[in-house]
């Protein structure tokens, strides 16, 4: 069983467009988050959750909008991609805030 | 501003040597300590969580923290090829709620 999930995999779109990445969890945690791997692999908070509430809100831009529709799952909304926005962006969860984070497998975005 | 430091690397070592990655953070007041790995192309994996001063071992794999000197290491005795990855340090900084990640150390283990 996959503890944390992500859909798509992989999403290949053009500048402009809008996208969504969806994350879930099955281990009955709280707090559950995004993350953004750039080229560099430098791994950045971007938000996190904690029972649906948003707690964690980077300096990054209004384009991208996280939704919490309840504890398991964490979507990403992105409106119109810019070359920038291409990256690795993981989900991942804890079972508190602070506690060890478990990660998903990472949605590859390219933006062309 | 909350940093990690990490030597980017290439750490190369060979099998059967011990590893040592080393990573240093900023905030004094930090608490909690974590080493993730993560091979090309997947998501990073917990291997190691350390909160007090000293040494705490899992099987290869050891990790040290000496918050007088804000620095936390990994070693990895008798190194693998299939240690071959990189190693991500995360730091819990004080009123902080989440982790902080320096940029990792690739480690290279040669046959």
């Known amino acids: 069983d996959t503890a944390v999930s992500q859909t798509p995999k992989y999403l290949v779109t053009q500048m402009g467009n809008d996208k969504s990445i969806k994350c879930e969890q099955n281990l009955g945690h709280d707090t559950m988050y995004w993350y953004k791997q750039d080229s560099k692999k430098f791994l950045k908070i971007m938000f996190s959750y904690n029972n649906k509430e948003l707690i964690i809100n980077e300096t990054v831009p209004n384009r991208f909008s996280p939704k919490s529709p309840d504890k398991a799952h964490l979507n990403l909304h992105i409106n119109s991609l810019e070359l920038g926005d291409s990256a690795v962006y993981f989900c991942a969860s804890s079972p508190m805030i602070l506690e060890t984070q478990y990660f998903g497998p990472g949605t590859r975005l390219l933006v062309l | 501003q909350k940093e990690v430091e990490q030597n980017s690397g290439p750490l190369s070592v060979p099998e059967g040597a011990i590893a040592s990655l080393n990573c240093t953070y900023s905030?004094?007041?930090?608490?909690?300590f974590f080493w993730y790995r993560q091979y090309s192309g997947k998501s990073p994996e917990l291997i190691m969580s350390i909160y007090s001063n000293g040494d705490k071992e899992d099987g290869r794999f050891t990790a040290q923290l000496n918050k007088a000197s804000q620095y936390v290491s990994l070693l990895i005795r008798d190194s693998q090829p299939s240690d071959s990855a990189t190693y991500l340090c995360?730091?819990?900084?004080?009123?902080?709620?989440?982790?902080?990640f320096g940029k990792g150390t690739m480690l290279l283990v040669s046959p």
């Open positions: 905030d004094r007041g930090s608490q909690s």
């Open positions: 995360a730091v819990k900084s004080s009123g902080y709620s989440t982790l902080t």
